[in-house]
């Protein structure tokens, strides 16, 4: 990447030989899992990937956004499974940074250490991508706020320790009514139930009912009102994130894909001959290399403080996109080979398809995008 500091090229590295040395050997199958097995967790925590942005506050050394987005990709070439334990644990210690110091101490040590999993719920059975229109409630009673509600497509939802939900605290506050809470699983009245997806298998997502859950008020994250603007802050790098991890695993699927068509023999010639065949390699290879660009700008842009949330809503839209464009074409130029499930292809496809759903829609993103390109007076408003 040409703004990658020496630094960062030599952490690219590191990250490289770690993903290829401890996550691909038995990736393949645990891509097919119904859980995230332990050993990811630690080996993931023995390497500090799980506290990559735990504040010094925490006791934590921060990483710029960059190198984390440099993490994402990298592993996501040879383990997806590992992409949601990373993406929720940095969403955690984004999170503690508002939560009271009794709190921290106990849970942010067994998170970095991979001991406990966190996950997070905002979409609900009736809104998804309004944000504003949830209807789980937090109403406080003295020391507790008494919450109930249902949170749908929760990522991680079946192993989670903590989920960390939006809520409503003032039904008539709109965005400003909106409040978070950290939620551990033991307390009474929780429940879930897994949903049975095509795609991302180890994420285990699932809906979560509460039912009168009593969560003490140190538990609340922030002010009340505060929870809608806390998120779309997270919002703005996660997005990202989750499109360099899209990306990582079409880099994978191209790099395989080139070498199997100098191998392969067709009519005298290996394929890679054939425009027919050359030229797709040629058209994804340049999406691919755009999206990586959006994607690392946008996060180049936080690292100095400057506007993103444009360059975000960008790289989620168009980094998936051309993310599965890749797979598939990859896929295909194996033929029966990749859709074979001894190939990685047919799990990369599928596990693809979900980035382009996870934190946010491209309909959204686009909205977005116009709004900020366009101005308040004058952006689209659905």
């Not at 029966?336 to 959204?364: H, K, N």
Request: hydrophobic share 40%; glycine share 8%.
């Amino acid at each position: 990447m040409i703004f990658f500091t020496e630094a960062q090229k030599q952490f690219c590295s590191q990250v490289k030989d770690f993903a290829l040395k401890e996550l691909a050997p038995g990736a393949n199958e645990r891509a097919k899992l119904d859980t995230i097995v332990p050993e990811v967790f630690k080996k993931l925590a023995d390497e500090g990937f799980l506290r990559l942005n735990t504040s010094p506050r925490c006791g934590g050394n921060p990483k710029d956004s960059v190198t984390i987005g440099i993490v994402f990709e990298e592993i996501c070439k040879v383990d997806f499974s590992a992409m949601i334990v990373l993406l929720n644990q940095i969403l955690m210690n984004w999170m503690m940074e508002w939560v009271p110091e009794e709190v921290r101490k106990e849970w942010q040590p067994p998170f970095g250490n991979g001991e406990k999993f966190s996950c997070f719920g905002n979409t609900e059975p009736n809104c998804g991508s309004d944000a504003t229109a949830i209807r789980t409630s937090a109403v406080q009673v003295g020391e507790s706020y008494i919450i109930n509600g249902e949170k749908a497509s929760v990522s991680g939802g079946m192993q989670a320790d903590v989920l960390i939900l939006t809520t409503k605290t003032d039904p008539e506050a709109g965005a400003k009514g909106v409040t978070l809470f950290f939620v551990p699983f033991d307390l009474p009245g929780i429940s879930r139930s897994r949903f049975v997806d095509m795609g991302s298998l180890p994420s285990t997502r699932a809906s979560i009912f509460l039912s009168d859950v009593h969560v003490p008020v140190k538990f609340r994250i922030g002010e009340e009102g505060e929870g809608f603007t806390k998120v779309m802050r997270v919002f703005d790098i996660s997005r990202v994130l989750v499109g360099l991890a899209a990306i990582g695993m079409a880099e994978a699927s191209l790099s395989e894909a080139m070498e199997y068509v100098k191998e392969r023999t067709v009519f005298d010639s290996p394929l890679s001959k054939f425009e027919g065949i050359s030229f797709k390699l040629a058209e994804d290879a340049s999406l691919l290399e755009a999206s990586r660009l959006l994607c690392y700008n946008a996060l180049k842009l936080r690292d100095e403080g400057l506007p993103h949330r444009k360059e975000a809503a960008m790289a989620k839209w168009f980094a998936p996109k051309c993310a599965v464009q890749t797979i598939h074409d990859m896929l295909l130029i194996f033929g029966w080979r990749g859709y074979s499930e001894a190939r990685p292809l047919e799990q990369r496809l599928r596990d693809a398809i979900g980035t382009q759903m996870g934190d946010g829609t491209a309909e959204i993103m686009k909205l977005i995008i116009a709004r900020e390109i366009l101005g308040g007076k004058f952006g689209p408003t659905m």
